[in-house]
């Protein structure tokens, strides 16, 4: 602890700024730059592997793409179990992030360079291995900058989830503009004929190289030693966590705790069928904005993927007014459970807007194919993502925030990992809802969506009063 608190003072000693070490800040540059990559790849995939070949995408079927867009997504939120545990065990968190850098900068290469199904394939698959090594250590060493129980701590993580939503927001409006405007083959009636996917990518990639230099060019002089070497009770703690779980199943816990740890798991369970409606976003959602959402602004067609960008826009909008709104008196008189049931109601209030885009689409076939006769009003879509958003808000901030209130120290870790594997299995099931907006149509999946999350988000109401009392005074 003594050589911890000396290595925090050095770190320290190089000045701050704005209140915080400026390693906080290399930080938050080295993660934007990394989810520049990650979400400019994410807001053109479905489009890429759904257009035409002549259209350069790799025209494969909308269902079968929903699913690969579903386990692509959802094992990217798997992995970082796996690469938190080498890092402790093995490499060091700066090795591991290092590792996951380059190997992310490969998988956007190949999705540049290879315009095919195995390439495809293999960029995803590269994609997936270089995420587990780079996320959970980047959050990690934010947390080692200050000491035990320093109040900074929540802000630097406050700060750095600003980085995250920063490249969350550029990303899809640089990488858009690449593949669906500058890059792009337009007739003479400026509908695209041929996409310019690839130069997206390379823009990915770019970026995730750009976050590779800053961090390795300055982790030295800014994070001095800070997670060069493996954790030094890693091993202990490995044995901890088993002695743990033979205690859960020996009866060892306190009747509280074991409340506790229910409620954990209760509540994992509905934010799995939250997450899984909310990632639409990036594969229904995206293909039904592409085709009959009515794009056009004063005689300019917005990218399909600039839409990707309204929810993290949102987000640096109003956190700050719900960061406010919970610490007023009213927003300290709910709790958690009513903010999360809140939540999914909200996400459920945000598809009926998608289902009256519905309403106002009008098609017809011609030669076995279907037109667009009219197209849904972007104002529909708007109000979806803006519902979507203040869901989001009322449910994944406190509900991490809860996991570390009620987990017992020695299982916090682990029960983390089990809030995290909620996104893992959502997004495979969200995949697999995705695959079927072609067979049953696009209103019945989101009025099915819609409906079911909100009768969700009601039951999770009539049991907060009891979830509560099972927190033992956790709010």
């Not at 600003?162 to 858009?176: E, F, Q, R």
């Not at 007739?187 to 041929?194: E, M, P, S």
């Not at 109601?345 to 009926?352: C, H, R």
Request: net charge neutral; charged share 15%.
């Amino acid at each position: 602890m003594a050589s911890n608190d000396q290595l925090i003072e050095r770190i320290e000693a190089q000045g701050k700024l704005f209140g915080h070490p400026k390693g906080l800040y290399l930080l938050f540059f080295t993660e934007m730059w990394e989810r520049f990559s990650y979400y400019g790849m994410r807001g053109i995939l479905m489009l890429y592997m759904t257009k035409l070949w002549m259209e350069n995408g790799l025209e494969i079927a909308e269902d079968s793409a929903a699913l690969i867009y579903g386990f692509f997504t959802g094992f990217v939120y798997f992995t970082p179990i796996i690469g938190g545990w080498i890092a402790d065990r093995f490499i060091g968190q700066r090795k591991a992030i290092t590792i996951g850098g380059i190997t992310m900068f490969l998988g956007q290469l190949v999705l540049f360079g290879m315009n095919t199904h195995f390439g495809l394939g293999l960029g995803l698959v590269l994609l997936i291995i270089g995420n587990g090594f780079f996320k959970p250590n980047i959050s990690t060493m934010v947390g080692q900058l200050y000491r035990d129980g320093d109040d900074r701590r929540d802000a630097a993580f406050s700060i750095f989830y600003m980085g995250i939503n920063l490249g969350a927001l550029i990303a899809p409006l640089i990488v858009g503009l690449l593949a669906e405007d500058w890059f792009a083959l337009k007739d003479a009636a400026g509908n695209i004929t041929a996409y310019g996917f690839k130069y997206g990518f390379l823009a990915a990639a770019i970026g995730m190289a750009l976050g590779q230099l800053i961090f390795n060019g300055l982790a030295k002089k800014y994070l001095l030693e800070i997670g060069e070497k493996p954790a030094p009770s890693a091993t202990v703690e490995a044995s901890e966590i088993i002695e743990d779980v033979q205690n859960v199943k020996t009866g060892t816990l306190t009747s509280v705790e074991k409340q506790r740890i229910a409620v954990i798991f209760i509540l994992t369970f509905f934010v799995i069928f939250f997450w899984a409606g909310f990632e639409q976003a990036g594969s229904s959602m995206t293909l039904y904005t592409d085709t009959y959402i009515d794009r056009n602004f004063f005689g300019w067609q917005i990218p399909t993927t600039f839409f990707q960008s309204v929810n993290p826009l949102f987000i640096v909008a109003l956190a700050p007014i719900f960061a406010w709104f919970w610490t007023s008196k009213f927003g300290k008189k709910l709790t958690t459970p009513v903010k999360m049931s809140l939540g999914m109601i909200l996400l459920g209030i945000g598809f009926l807007f998608m289902l009256f885009a519905t309403y106002e689409v009008q098609t017809s076939m011609e030669e076995g194919k279907e037109v667009v006769v009219q197209k849904a009003a972007l104002v529909w879509l708007i109000l979806t993502y803006f519902f979507h958003t203040i869901g989001e808000l009322c449910l994944s901030p406190v509900g991490l925030s809860v996991v570390t209130k009620l987990a017992p120290v020695k299982l916090a870790s682990m029960l983390m990992g089990v809030w995290m594997l909620s996104s893992f299995a959502a997004n495979i099931i969200g995949g697999f809802i995705a695959a079927y907006v072609e067979k049953l149509g696009a209103a019945t999946i989101f009025v099915s969506i819609a409906v079911f999350v909100m009768v969700l988000g009601l039951i999770m109401l009539l049991l907060s009063r009891r979830l509560s009392k099972m927190m033992h005074g956790v709010k």
